[in-house]
């Protein structure tokens, strides 16, 4: 059994079941005192200003409904079962050829346990961290133009109330360097150079074309 398999197995051990779950939180969300939510809850990041951090926490209670491998998305139903969401804005303008990624990173107390996803402007799950390890982190392409995403962060078994658990998150836009070229060996008298050059490409009609033959006599 992998690592990730253990950790899905204590999980699941511990959540309840959904149907469950969905049934308290919703007859009992009016109940509790709502908790901190991510501070401050928007931010852009582009090529200029390409770094936005921000906090969460401590929250009244905890949410066990995300689970690892296959995934289950956590159930958001504040405060009862809470997911503390950070509108991410990222604008990359269209006349820039680079290739950028979205970074998203939360530290946190080692004794705690905080889960760390990032959905598209629909809703989509598109990369998600839920090893029970500190730090999490997430990685995803950034499309050309300007277009919103959502960090999620959700309290998976943390120290809640006041003076609980909270978490660091740290957004990063970052530009895919392309390794430079190997350098050009100098020559030494005496010692051969090599060098590793590519086969010239061969159209596909060149490929299927017969060699001609030569059956007459050469002339010059």
């Known amino acids: 059994?992998?690592?990730?398999?253990?950790?899905?197995?204590?999980?699941?051990?511990?959540?309840?079941?959904?149907?469950?779950?969905?049934?308290?939180?919703?007859?009992?969300?009016g109940s509790f005192q709502l908790a901190r939510a991510a501070a401050p809850?928007?931010?852009?990041?582009?090529?200029?200003?390409?770094?936005?951090?921000?906090?969460?926490?401590?929250?009244?209670?905890?949410?066990?409904?995300?689970?690892?491998?296959?995934?289950?998305?956590p159930t958001c139903v504040n405060p009862l079962l809470p997911c503390d969401d950070f509108s991410l804005t990222v604008t990359i303008p269209p006349s820039d050829t680079n290739t950028y990624f979205v970074n998203v990173v939360i530290t946190f107390e080692t004794s705690a346990d905080f889960d760390l996803y990032i959905l598209d402007s629909s809703g989509n799950t598109l990369n998600e961290s839920v090893t029970g390890d500190m730090p999490e982190a997430v990685r995803v392409h950034a499309q050309t133009g300007t277009h919103v995403y959502t960090v999620r962060v959700t309290p998976y078994s943390v120290a809640t109330g006041a003076g609980g658990d909270t978490y660091a998150a740290n957004v990063?836009?970052?530009?895919?360097?392309?390794?430079?070229?190997?350098?050009?060996?100098?020559?030494?008298?005496?010692?051969?150079?090599?060098?590793?050059?590519?086969?010239?490409?061969?159209?596909?009609?060149?490929?299927?074309?017969?060699?001609?033959?030569?059956?007459?006599?050469?002339?010059?």
């Open 41 to 73: 809850g928007s931010g852009t990041v582009t090529p200029a200003g390409p770094t936005v951090t921000y906090g969460g926490g401590p929250f009244s209670q905890t949410n066990q409904t995300g689970t690892a491998g296959p995934p289950t998305e």
């Open 172 to 220: 990063t836009l970052s530009q895919l360097v392309a390794p430079p070229d190997p350098p050009v060996l100098p020559t030494v008298a005496g010692v051969p150079r090599f060098k590793t050059t590519r086969r010239p490409k061969v159209s596909a009609t060149a490929r299927a074309s017969p060699r001609s033959v030569r059956t007459g006599p050469r002339t010059r």
């Open 1 to 29: 059994m992998t690592a990730r398999q253990t950790l899905d197995v204590r999980r699941r051990a511990r959540t309840w079941p959904r149907a469950m779950v969905l049934f308290f939180a919703f007859s009992l969300a």
